[in-house]
């Protein structure tokens, strides 16, 4: 076995209804002031309302930074790290899906060491401290609310992540009834996220280590159980609990065995083309896994046996399997199937096959070389 290290959130809490209890939380860790980072449509559907309500009973002072838009620009993150800093919070709190609690992650960054947003993309560049975070996911997907990883919009077409421990939090916080209200094509769309993250923590060239491999195993088990039931049955709460800790679990994988090259070719698409980025994920994915049959045969077909037990014959088969069935949930899930049914044509094509060749922070961990042509034939097959 080969020397690894392995990183996570200081404390994990799963609990229906939780949220509404959240002020409790905040007043025993002591925190008099807190700043709740979420977005404009959370707010107004009323979802805060009793966590709002529950801080106010513990006598916590909030105030709520509600700017946060899919797939965040620098300013917006800005913005919030000066909301904290405004309002001298003492805790940040992240709620909503990933590009929420990214945001959250900086904000608690950024007021606490005042470092320029510049000067901390990349891997280990942040310096710190940070003030205290807690992260409620609200969608069971990209389980940001355990990673050291926050990503975000740097100009067209491109991203950039912020990745260091100092993102994990202090207190994550599972609470399924926060998901009882998301549409199916939403449910989907971030439940094949979810998979991505544990597919690709599974598969990764560097990194990977027998922790992540026990809970990307997990998650996949979780999630392809679930994500059906979670769609047609929205009420469903043990389904969607299933869900969220299944994200949980490939979030927690991923974070410490990254993901590849799925995720390099689906940013330019959600950067450019406005594409949420669960959906980014979901349209290049089996493209991707074929892509990388030769290299992790073994690996796919031990994911095949988690997410289809009753698959048998040879590794190889196992593995094309596994691809097939992949290449078919987004019909299956009601989502959209090919590229051009997002909006995007054979010309667009280079242009997103040089974005993609930027992310090689993502590249490297891909268990297969990948070259621009190779991107290029990727983004053709799956238009």
């Keep these: 076995m080969q020397d690894f290290d392995f990183n996570t959130a200081r404390s994990l ?5 939780g949220a ?3 002020g409790e939380r905040v007043s025993t860790m002591g925190f008099k002031s807190v700043l709740v980072v979420t977005d404009r449509d959370l707010l107004a559907a009323g979802m805060l309302d009793s966590t709002l309500r529950g801080l106010s009973a513990c006598g916590v002072a909030h105030h709520v930074f509600s700017d946060v838009v899919a797939d965040p620009p620098e300013s917006v993150i800005v913005d919030a790290a000066a909301a904290a800093s405004a309002c001298n919070a003492e805790c940040v709190i992240g709620f909503g899906g990933g590009s929420s609690l990214d945001a959250a992650k900086l904000a608690a960054l950024l007021a606490r060491s005042k470092e320029p947003l510049s000067q901390v993309y990349g891997v280990n560049q942040a310096q710190g401290p940070r003030l205290p975070l807690i992260l409620v996911p609200t969608t069971a997907g990209t389980g940001s609310e355990v990673t050291p990883i926050s990503i975000v919009t740097t100009g067209p077409g491109e991203k950039k992540g912020v990745v260091s421990p100092l993102l994990l939090p202090d207190v994550a916080l599972l609470d399924a009834e926060l998901t009882l209200g998301l549409p199916p094509h939403v449910t989907a769309a971030t439940g094949i996220d979810a998979m991505v993250h544990a597919i690709e923590a599974y598969t990764s060239r560097r990194l990977k280590n027998p922790i992540s491999d026990c809970l990307a195993r997990d998650a996949l088990r979780l999630l392809a159980g679930s994500l059906h039931p979670a769609c047609h ?3 469903n709460v043990k389904a969607r609990e299933d869900m969220l800790l299944g994200a949980c679990l490939a979030g927690i994988a991923f974070a410490n065995s990254p993901v590849a090259a799925v995720h390099a070719l689906a940013y330019p698409v959600g950067a ?7 959906l980014s994920n979901a349209l290049v994915l089996a493209p991707v896994v074929r892509f990388n049959l030769d290299a992790a045969t073994q690996q796919y077909a031990q994911i095949c046996d988690v997410i289809m037990p009753e698959v048998s014959g040879t590794e190889r088969q196992k593995a094309s399997a596994l691809a097939d069935y992949l290449g078919k949930l987004t019909a299956e899930l009601n989502l959209p199937t090919r590229l051009r049914d997002v909006g995007i044509a054979k010309a667009d094509i280079a242009q997103l096959a040089i974005d993609a060749m930027k992310q090689t922070r993502l590249l490297v961990n891909n268990p297969r ?8 034939a990727l ?5």
């Design 272 to 278: 450019r083309f406005h594409v949420p980025h669960g």
């Design 13 to 17: 809490s799963v609990m229906r209804g």
């Design 233 to 235: 049955e929205g009420k």
């Design 369 to 376: 070389e990948l070259t621009e042509a190779d991107a290029v």
């Design 20 to 22: 509404t209890r959240l």
């Design 379 to 383: 983004y053709e097959e799956a238009l």
